[in-house]
């Protein structure tokens, strides 16, 4: 018997093994009343498939810069999460094969930026951390959304001009109103002094007229 075949399968018993870990995250994505699903893949390269995992959103343009949205674990006995993230904003997760689904809700207009999902390998060792390429979450103002302060300026101005201009609309009109009353109240006092008096009646003699003349 040959000793090289079983030579090789020693060495390959002892030859070391290449862990890697990957993440793939689309290039864009469109939510929908200030919610959206991100899915972030993964391709771990190693002896053992990872037993625990950790997913973490960020949000940020640039890595250095970014801000950490929601975190949670996954295990074989959990494979699903929800928690609150910064100010309104809600993550759940769930895991799959190859790929986290995540579904982030309570997002505004203003949220539109870049996010990056990062997945560590917690367990076995060794300890893997990478993160996806980025993916721009588009966010579109859903109505009744807050303005932006230089619309909410705007709108103030508009409706300080409108109660002005109604305002002396209204002066206005109860000036014209006092005034009609004031001219009736001095016809009034008019016919009732000069009422009660009599017209006098000439009557004429024939004195100085031509009544006297036969």
Not at 73 to 81: K, V
Not at 149 to 177: F, K, N, P, Y
């Amino acid at each position: 018997m040959s000793l090289s075949p079983l030579i090789f399968l020693c060495l390959g018993l002892y030859l070391p093994v290449w862990n890697a870990l990957k993440v793939t995250q689309p290039y864009r994505v469109v939510g929908f009343r200030g919610e959206v699903e991100l899915f972030c893949s993964y391709h771990h390269t190693g002896r053992h498939e990872p037993e625990e995992l950790r997913v973490t959103l960020y949000q940020g343009m640039y890595r250095e810069e970014k801000q950490e949205v929601c975190t949670s674990f996954f295990t074989h006995n959990q494979t699903s999460f929800q928690v609150e993230g910064g100010r309104e904003v809600r993550c759940r997760g769930q895991l799959g094969p190859g790929r986290v689904n995540l579904t982030i809700s309570g997002l505004r207009g203003n949220d539109t930026d870049l996010y990056y999902c990062g997945i560590e390998v917690m367990y076995p060792p060794p300890y893997l951390r990478t993160f996806g390429n980025g993916t721009l979450l588009y966010i579109p103002e859903e109505p009744g959304c807050s303005l932006p302060e230089a619309q909410r300026r705007s709108d103030m101005g508009e409706t300080s001009v409108r109660l002005a201009l109604a305002g002396l609309v209204a002066a206005s009109i109860l000036m014209v109103i006092s005034v009609i009353a004031f001219l009736l109240y001095q016809v009034l006092q008019r016919k009732r002094r000069f009422g009660g008096i009599t017209p006098m009646i000439s009557q004429n003699d024939g004195r100085f007229g031509y009544g006297n003349f036969q």
